[in-house]
């Protein structure tokens, strides 16, 4: 049950985009389109942004998209704004009743 | 408008228990899978357990099988973990989430502080 990996750190001048990564295998990632992606504030719960891969949750801005390719997801935030500075986690089922979550990317908006 | 609000945490001595609850509202708690997902603090995100709608499913992470249990009573709209043996390293916040096993979490609850430490 290995964690998905993400990179630690991200970043990005207001209103460029920016794509954090996550990478499984071919047990999770790769084997499934169940991949989710959370924002999360300090102190606070996490948010779903994207499930299924690439859908959107109602009120979630269309600036947020979700892919994949192979073993790794990839979530891509468009015009960036200063409120999209947070944590960023994946997630993704890995079989066998399993859930995995990435390590999480600190996303600073410059 | 859907809330989940986690209750019973606290400091807790290795090897003790403790029993988490979180009370639903604003939804059919009764058609739903519930999970809990924890956060050690400073770490990220990590799947516990998941529960079918009615409670005949439970699905567990390695780390806690068998000293964790999970449950649900929807006569009550609640969701619960029983946490039995705990050690140091089961210190985080627990989340209840609505969802199940797919990871697809719409909700999440503020969470609850378990700390175990003698």
């Known amino acids: 049950q290995s964690a998905l990996t993400q990179p630690p750190s991200a970043s990005g001048s207001p209103g460029q985009s920016v794509t954090i990564s996550c990478t499984g295998t071919?047990?999770?990632?790769?084997?499934?389109?169940?991949v989710s992606w959370y924002q999360q504030h300090p102190g606070k719960a996490p948010k779903l942004m994207i499930y299924?891969?690439?859908k959107r949750p109602s009120g979630v801005p269309d600036r947020f998209s979700g892919s994949k390719s192979g073993n790794t997801a990839s979530l891509t935030v468009s015009g960036l704004q200063a409120d999209d500075e947070a944590d960023y986690y994946c997630?993704?089922?890995?079989?066998?009743?399993?859930?995995?979550f990435g390590g999480g990317t600190k996303l600073t908006v410059l | 408008e859907v809330q989940l609000l986690e209750s019973g945490g606290g400091l807790v001595q290795p090897g003790g228990s403790l029993r988490l609850s979180c009370a639903a509202s604003?939804?059919?708690?009764?058609?739903?899978?519930m999970s809990w997902v924890r956060q050690a603090p400073g770490r990220g995100l990590e799947w516990i357990s998941s529960?079918?709608?009615?409670?005949?499913?439970?699905k567990y992470t390695d780390s806690v099988k068998g000293r964790f249990t999970i449950s649900r009573d929807n006569s009550k709209d609640t969701l619960y973990l029983q946490m039995n043996s705990l050690r140091a390293d089961d210190t985080a916040v627990y989340h209840c989430?609505?969802?199940?096993?797919?990871?697809?979490?719409?909700?999440w609850g503020q969470g609850a502080l378990v700390t175990v430490s003698s």
């Open positions: 989430a609505l969802g199940g096993i797919f990871g697809h979490y719409d909700y």
């Open positions: 604003g939804f059919t708690f009764s058609n739903f899978a």
């Open positions: 529960i079918g709608e009615s409670g005949r499913t439970t």
């Open positions: 071919s047990s999770d990632v790769g084997g499934y389109n169940y």
């Open positions: 299924e891969v690439n």
């Open positions: 997630n993704s089922y890995a079989g066998s009743n399993n859930l995995v």
